[in-house]
């Protein structure tokens, strides 16, 4: 598990735990949680549709806004809400003016009572629109950020396998979590608030210039320049505090995260307090980061409050004159200062917003770069159903590099009959593993074609061509999940005699029904109830019920016990009968077992031929054969006896 | 909680500072009353006065402001800072038993999140609670304006504090359930991306999709609840307090007109409501961060605690290695409260020689290996290096003594430079490439984009299973140590890497102690003797000669470990070497 950081100080940890500090529900919210759920209605069946020949529509032009457009109805009855609470919350100054000007200084109670009783019903229309607000808003974006899952998510089934290789776990898995849940933020509550403070900046300044030109004038000319500076300034210093926090809080997961994962060579090698004092060094510098924030945030709060003073004071020494010349009422002169402080309000939100809207168009622009990337095995537009092939494989000078400038393979003829078993031994790095990526179409070649049964790979689709095919990696991933949803991963809909079927294939019938649960037992995290061997052997299962034309093994290398592995040998026999395989062997004792042998060497075909064949031509098997030979020689113990081909 | 004590001086004038201004605000209002009723009313006053009392408050403002919010916020951070580092601190010196018992993974959440809601709680709580001395504040000079008006204003208070904490409690249990249902499309999306060869190869990327907008559904479900809930709250907290306004222009206005009361106090007073509705929203939030930063604090004592089971003796003296004698006695060991894995485990190892462990899955050879540099203690029997009980000697001088190479090489994600000099970080680069060429790794690493200096990825996966293990050893033979432990370490490394390793090893382990654990011939041949170890005692030992000749199980046990893998790179991942990143 990777512990990936971003997002913001607060989301950092949250993203990489994946949920970790809120695995269990506290016993005392259980119940209020439990009455949540049992309002929960039936959700209806998924209705995405997945084909890889569909790319996403317009993802390299994500942007906000398209994102809401959907929506476009909720969006607009959003702005008339937003208008609404906005004008009824500027109501307070100017019913303070007229129950001044009218109701006190003429002694006119029935003027109060009207003031008070509008007052009343202004602040109760206030809170019905902004009620009514947060639910359109909320379900805004509560969808938006549902299309946008399931959008981002498709695009990972596209993307082919060598951006999950370049790309770390970690990273990907932050574009589908803190990325896209930053947006939740903005989306909710953050862009509205944006509309209303600013809205409320223009109401208040058209109200203010209402009641008097000159004295709007000198105020606006008076504050508005300072606070500009001011929050110009607080902008581009809080966003770089916030970079800098982000950052170093990134550095000290990692470093936290990286020292618990290798405290035992911690301890082997005696760097606690190595270690300790780096670790210093890092919440130093975050320390530090958090610090630079603080002062800016202590300079900003306590600066615009002083302008806001400074501002009262000015209005007052000219709104008094003004009041003495009879220009303006006192009531006017309240409303004013009033109304002055309402200005003020917005900005310091405006600006917190800033942050948050910040955040939000980063996440955009990973998620868009992310939506525009093209999967590099693409599926032809023009691609046909592959029919139900015999599986005879064909490489015809096939070449190829992960790094088109360092080819891994060169020039690779090589043709494998229907239902032969191929294995391929070399060294390491030789480009074994790869060869069998290229069947499954993880990758296509540079040069050359790749084909199945006389069908180019690429002119086929890509998932008739899968469901054909049978991969058993080298560590076998177990899903989340029960046992059964597992093995029939390939066939979700097979029913349980398929699945004991595949089980007694492999020889698992005996510690399934030994399970309490059975079929039902529910495989922890990435399997770790079960033993290596099992594991590997559920992997077998699943690929025997897939009942795949092509098959494509991936030896384990892992240390099984003794009673594992030959049920893992023996359950191998089963799955390769009557089907093409494509054996990649780490263990001559495997490949002896093989029709043919396929030896790569530096991304050649150096050698093909039965093991009786390669051993008496002496080439570079028969070396690794003496090689592995002579050590079982020293001790004595008889040579493994190559079953005959 | 100490570490808050030690800041208290800082903490107490900062909240001073912090308290000086706030109080310098509330004055801002009753001086523009003074203002307005006595200088512009009427005249019995100077305005003037009153300006300069405002100008000198907002001077006043920026200096207790500043310097009270950068204390504050400075104290909270060094709160976090000390709280970082002494977890940090507390969990590196833990022992093995502690970490086979807990996930790294809780730990880690632990320790960030856990300290990050006490933070929280540090930085807001001054802040909460000099709101509150403000409505304190305000509400006296609301008294000392008019009692009845005071009074009455006041009263849709109380509700907003209601409705505030009823807020707290409904929506508490729901931003658990979105929390649950984030670490569900969670789950979905890492096990997609972790399995993503599974995935691919079994064409299932529809029903992954699917599996993705089942979680995702269930989520919005959840966030449209949450919506609901505080569409009915919020606004109820947020505008009741503004009620109290129209008690203030309804009453305040007919004593004004009976002449009770000056415009100026109208104006005052809805300055002072305005002030007052932050205090009462603000408990509620004040009480729910609370009490989620006290069942932090919880967690990080419970974390705290735990105290190392692995531990210096009061008397413990620094090993002295002379011949390299090791001697385990009649050992009895297992982990936590589980059976024994050794039971009278008797070994000796002669100063120089090289002893291999062989022996099934499971028969004890990693335990009886983790017990020499005292990664656990023995439930019965001792361990003794040169005739001393590990248990004698300082953890330091004997793990320095002891170098132990695991069978899981963990590398750091720095060069690989400072992996291999992890233990001795002051190594010179002639040193480095030495280790690195008796472990074989010296070639590879050349071969890298940035030769040593090449950053390996998180725990080093970038290279190979064998690459790692190589390191590794690299990592082992810099430190020197008169005892060697290897713990399957080749077993991911191909036959011909395997032999110069060992060419390399044997001048090296000529006068050096050694233990090594092994599953392939080719290791064992290593050894000077063999030792058979089965459920947790020594059935046989003797040279590899003797003991084919006397002992069937390690015959058979040597027939199936036959033959290295060729390589050790792990499915999908290519080596570094190849490829230009």
């Known amino acids: 598990m990777t512990w990936p950081a971003g997002g913001g100080p607060f989301a950092a940890g949250r993203a990489g735990t994946a949920g970790l500090p809120f695995a269990g529900i506290p016993s005392e919210l259980q119940a209020g949680v439990d009455k949540l759920l049992a309002t929960e209605p039936d ?139 930053n947006l939740q933020q903005l989306l909710q509550d953050g862009l509205v608030q944006f509309a209303i403070q600013g809205l409320t900046m223009v109401v208040v300044t058209v109200i203010l210039f209402a009641y008097d030109v000159q004295l ?48 035992r060579v911690v301890t082997a090698h005696n760097r606690q307090r190595h270690n300790t004092s780096r670790h210093r060094a890092v919440t130093g510098a975050y ?34 004159s003004m009041v003495a010349a009879g220009r303006l009422s006192v009531g006017e002169l309240v409303a004013f200062l009033l109304y002055l402080g309402a200005f003020f309000q917005p900005i310091q939100q405006l600006v917190q917003l800033y942050n948050t809207y910040q955040q939000g168009q980063a996440s955009v622009g990973k998620l868009r770069r992310l939506l525009a990337t093209e999967p590099s095995v693409l599926e032809a537009p023009d691609a046909a159903d592959l029919p139900p092939v015999h599986g005879l494989i064909r490489f015809a000078g096939v070449s190829f590099g992960y790094d088109p400038h360092h080819p891994v393979l060169h020039g690779i003829d090589l043709e494998i009959a229907a239902g032969e078993t191929v294995a391929f031994v070399g060294p390491t790095g030789a480009g074994k593993s790869t060869i069998a990526k290229l069947v499954t179409r993880f990758y296509d070649p540079t040069e050359g074609t790749v084909l199945l049964d006389g069908h180019d790979l690429r002119a086929v ?97 892992s240390n099984l016990d003794l009673r594992s592995e030959t049920k893992v040998e023996a359950a191998l026999d089963a799955l390769l009968e009557s089907r093409t395989a494509l054996l990649i062997a780490h263990r001559l004792s495997t490949a002896m077992k093989a029709d043919r042998i396929v030896v790569v060497d530096v991304g050649r075909v150096v050698e093909v031929g039965t093991h009786t064949e390669l051993v008496a031509a002496g080439g570079l098997y028969g070396q690794m054969y003496r090689t592995w030979t002579s050590q079982a020689g020293q001790s004595n113990a008889d040579p493994p006896t190559p079953s005959a081909p | 909680m100490p570490v808050v004590l030690a800041h208290k001086w800082t903490f107490a004038s900062a909240l001073a500072l912090a308290l000086a201004g706030l109080v310098i605000n509330v004055q801002v209002p009753n001086l523009l009353r003074g203002a307005i009723d006595n200088a512009i009313v009427t005249h019995r006053a100077q305005l003037a006065t009153y300006l300069w009392w405002i100008g000198g408050l907002a001077l006043a403002t920026m200096v207790t402001g500043y310097l009270g919010r950068t204390l504050l916020f400075r104290t909270a951070y060094e709160i976090e800072y000390d ?149 009915r709250w919020t606004p109820a907290v947020q505008n009741l307090p503004r009620a109290g306004l129209a008690i203030v222009l309804l009453l305040g206005g007919y004593l004004a007109i009976n002449g009770q009361l000056g415009i100026g106090a109208i104006v005052a007073f809805s300055s002072y409501l305005m002030m007052m509705q932050a205090p009462f929203q603000m408990i509620g939030m004040l009480l729910m961060l609370g009490q989620r930063a006290a069942a932090s604090a919880e967690r990080l004592y419970e974390v705290l605690d735990e105290q190392p089971e692995i531990v210096d003796a009061p008397d413990a003296v620094p090993l002295a290695v002379s011949s390299g004698d090791v001697e385990f006695r009649s050992v009895r060991f297992g982990y936590a409260d589980g059976e024994d894995v050794l039971t009278d485990f008797s070994l000796r190892l002669h100063g120089g020689e090289t002893v291999a462990l ?216 290519r080596p570094v070497a190849g490829s230009s990143r």
């Not at chain 2, 529809?206 to 505080?230: C, N, P």
């Not at chain 2, 046990?557 to 499915?571: H, R, S, V």
């Open chain 1, 43 to 181: 959700h209806p069946e998924p209705t995405a549709r997945f084909q890889h020949a569909r790319p996403d529509p317009d993802g390299a032009r994500l942007n906000l806004w398209r994102l809401v457009v959907r929506y476009w109805p909720m969006v607009l009855l959003a702005g008339v809400l937003v208008v609404v609470e906005t004008l009824t919350l500027q109501a307070a100054p100017l019913l303070t003016q007229i129950a001044i000007d009218e109701g006190i200084s003429h002694r006119q109670v029935f003027v109060l009572v009207g003031v008070a009783l509008v007052y009343l019903i202004s602040v109760l229309v206030t809170g019905l629109a902004s009620g009514a607000r947060t639910k359109v808003t909320g379900r805004i974006a509560a969808w938006v950020m549902n299309d946008l899952r399931v959008r981002v998510f498709t695009q990972l089934q596209r993307l082919s396998l060598d951006f999950f290789t370049e790309e770390k776990a970690g990273v990907i898995m932050t574009r589908m979590t803190s990325d896209v849940e």
């Open chain 1, 461 to 557: 689709s890509i998932e008739s061509l899968r469901r054909q095919l049978g991969v058993v990696p080298q560590e076998p991933f177990l899903f989340s999940g029960t046992l059964r949803d597992n093995i029939r991963f390939a066939r979700p809909e097979a029913g349980d005699d398929a699945v004991w079927e595949a089980l007694r294939a492999v020889g698992l019938v005996d510690v399934v029904e030994r399970m309490p649960a059975g079929l039902d037992t529910v495989v922890q995290e990435r399997g770790q109830s079960l033993s290596s061997g099992e594991r590997q052997l559920v992997a077998l299962a699943r690929a025997f019920l897939a009942h795949p034309r092509v098959l494509v093994l991936d030896e384990a290398t």
């Open chain 2, 358 to 573: 062989v022996g099934r899955t499971g028969s004890g050879k990693s335990t009886a290996a983790r017990l020499l540099p005292r990664f656990y203690d023995v439930r019965g029997g001792s361990v003794h290096i040169d005739g001393d009980d590990v248990r004698s000697v300082t953890l330091e001088s004997l793990r320095d003594a002891v170098g132990i190479v695991l069978d899981e090489p963990f590398l750091f994600s720095v060069s690989i430079r400072d992996n291999i000099a992890y233990g001795r970080p002051d190594a010179d680069i002639t040193d480095i490439e030495r280790a690195a060429r008796l472990a074989g790794a010296h070639e590879f690493v050349l071969h890298l984009p940035n030769g040593y200096d090449t950053v390996v990825g998180e725990r080093g996966y970038t290279l190979s299973g064998g690459q790692r293990q190589r390191i590794a050893i690299a990592r082992a033979l810099l430190v020197n140590p008169p005892v060697l432990v290897l713990d399957d370490a080749t077993s991911a490394i191909d036959v011909r890497t395997e032999q110069e390793i060992h060419a390399g090893l044997r001048t090296l382990l000529r006068n050096r102690t050694t233990l090594i654990i092994a599953h392939r011939l080719s290791t064992i041949s290593l050894a000077d003797r063999v030792v058979v170890l089965d459920e947790g005692r020594i059935v046989a030992e003797g040279t590899h000669g003797e003991l084919l000749a006397t002992s069937p199980l390690y015959t058979e046990i040597l027939a199936k470990a036959e033959e290295p893998p060729q390589d050790g790179t792990p499915e999908g991942q």
């Open chain 2, 83 to 231: 709280l970082r580092n002494i977890i940090y601190q507390h969990l590196t010196r833990l022992s093995f038993p502690f970490y086979d018992r807990v996930q790294t993974g809780q730990l880690i959440s632990r320790a960030n999140s856990d300290i990050r809601s006490v933070q929280m709680y540090l930085a807001f709580a001054p802040f909460g609670l000099i709101q509150c001395a403000i409505g304190v504040v305000a509400f006296g000079y609301m008294l000392a304006i008019n009692v009845p008006l005071a009074v009455v204003a006041m009263i849709p208070m109380p509700l907003v504090l209601l409705t505030a904490r009823r807020t707290q409690r409904s929506l508490f249990p729901v931003s658990w359930l979105i929390q649950a249902r984030l670490a569900e499309v969670a789950t979905v999306v890492d096990e997609n991306v972790n399995g993503v060869r599974v995935v691919k190869s079994f064409a299932a990327e529809s029903r992954q999709l699917s599996a993705l907008e089942r979680a995702a559904t269930r989520l919005r479900w959840a966030y449209v609840k949450d919506t609901d809930l505080r569409a």
């Open chain 1, 216 to 263: 709007a004038l000198l105020t606006v000319a008076l504050v508005v320049p300072v606070l500009t500076v001011l929050s110009l300034w607080f902008r581009s210093a809080s966003s770089r505090g916030y970079t800098r926090v982000r950052d170093s809080i990134a550095a000290v997961l990692a470093d936290l995260s990286e020292s618990l994962q290798g405290v």
């Open chain 1, 287 to 320: 320390f530090d980061a958090n610090v630079y924030t603080g002062h800016i945030n202590a300079v900003y709060g306590p600066s615009t409050q002083v302008v806001s003073l400074v501002g009262q004071l000015v209005l007052l020494a000219v709104g008094a």
